[in-house]
């Protein structure tokens, strides 16, 4: 077995993310599923971003377009 560290900062804006989905969901109906729809990446991606195992470029792609696609449908 081999263990990964992940970075606390990283935990802590994947975490804000998805508590928004989830404010989110019970506002628009969005969930983890459409927002990866809506970046154009897989399921499998999406979890390997929110586990820690996403390559750095993937990671900070995918959660920059997630919050901004998140936050868009929270400010309306």
Known sequence: MVAVTIDRRYLSRVG?????????????????TKVADYLGISMTTWNNVKNGTAGTDTAERVLNGAEKYVDGILNQ
């Open 16 to 32: 804000r993310l998805i508590g928004k989905i989830f404010e989110a969901k019970k506002i628009a109906g969005i969930n983890e």
